[in-house]
């Protein structure tokens, strides 16, 4: 599933922390907007670390699921426009 983070934070230092957490997950798309693809246990895993980074009284998170078939659908527009694909690893 594409999952789609979006936050602002109010803090510098926690803004970096949360940026570089998403980045270890997913792709930045927009300023603090990041494309996941990941499944339930890794969206688990990485909404833990947010959550253990954030403020709640001063900061805010939120989290979009968009299954396959319309995150296929999505529209871009304008320069730099960054589209993420889900992909497939396979190890041997």
């Known amino acids: 599933m594409l999952r789609v983070i979006v936050y602002d ?3 510098d230092k926690r ?17 603090s907007v990041f494309e ?4 339930d246990d890794r969206f688990e895993q990485l909404w833990e670390r947010l959550l253990r980074i ?3 009284a001063e900061d805010s998170l939120m989290a979009y699921v968009i299954d396959d078939r319309f995150a296929r659908k999505r529209r871009t527009a304008g320069e730099g426009v960054t589209v ?8 041997f």
């Open 54 to 56: 954030m403020k709640p």
């Open 15 to 31: 803004l970096r922390l949360v940026a570089k957490a998403c980045e270890d997950f997913g792709v930045r798309v927009q300023k």
């Open 9 to 11: 934070i109010a803090d």
């Open 84 to 91: 993420t694909e889900k992909r497939s690893v396979y190890l």
């Open 36 to 39: 996941c693809w990941l499944d």
